[in-house]
Antibody, heavy 121, light 113 residues
């Protein structure tokens, strides 16, 4: 079955960077895109961006442009999301999810378990 | 960006009764060329990732109980849980995928009365 397994919780200092991994299994990795969605404490879901190995493309939410980089490694069927210049309001659970390979905007049919990133001095 | 607004923010329903959640988009998410509404619903339980329930406004995902149904078109949509079960306690989100960026409603918390 489709599985997305994310890296574990981390604590970061303000100004630092974080890189979250998402390892996919149970499907042809290159045939689907990956999105990253975050949920801050007590808040709703926020789309951060999309990456497609098939289209060799990324699309980032305006809010995160310049601060986020999404990559994939097809040899290991893994996706990565790096967020730089961390602030306290970046404290959130970060999810990866499977989506369409060619449509930037689509629904998300399988999700990772989430990674808690805490930003605190 | 398309703004998605859900109502109510929370509701408490007795076991076996109906729960109704509304979702309104700031512009139509109906694509005229294929007559499809680019609207989906997720269920989110504490400590778990969101689960996809319904796509294209009314198509239930495989394995989703038939007490969950979606309806609506254009800018106004509804998720109905026909007979609430204890395991349905969760936050429910609508999301549009008509245009980039995809955007979510603020969520509706469903509890047992």
């Amino acid at each position: 079955q489709v599985q997305l397994v994310q890296s574990g919780a981390v604590l970061k200092r303000p100004g630092a960077s974080v890189k979250v991994s998402c390892k996919a299994s149970g499907y042809a990795f290159i045939s689907y895109g990956i999105v990253w969605v975050r949920q801050a404490p007590g808040q709703g879901l926020e789309w951060m961006g999309w990456i497609s190995e098939l289209k060799d493309a990324t699309n980032y939410a305006r809010k995160f442009q310049g601060r986020v980089t999404m990559t994939t490694d097809t040899s290991t069927s893994a996706a990565y999301m790096e967020l730089r210049g961390l602030r306290s309001d970046d404290t959130a659970v970060y999810y990866c999810a499977r989506t369409h390979a060619t449509d930037i905007t689509h629904y998300f049919d399988s999700w990772g378990q989430g990674t808690l990133v805490t930003v605190s001095s | 960006d398309i703004v998605m607004t859900q109502s109510p923010d929370s509701l408490a329903v007795s076991l076996g009764e109906r729960a109704t959640i509304n979702c309104k988009s700031s512009q139509s998410v109906l694509y005229s060329s294929n007559n499809k509404n680019y609207l989906t619903w997720y269920q989110h339980k504490p400590g778990q990732p969101p689960k996809l329930l319904i796509t294209w406004a009314s198509t239930r995902e495989s394995g989703v109980p038939d007490r969950f149904s979606g309806s609506g078109s254009g800018t106004d949509f509804t998720l109905t849980i026909s007979r609430l079960q204890a395991e349905d306690v969760a936050v429910y989100y609508c999301q549009q995928y008509y245009s980039t960026p995809p955007t979510f409603g603020q969520g509706t918390k469903v509890e047992i009365k």
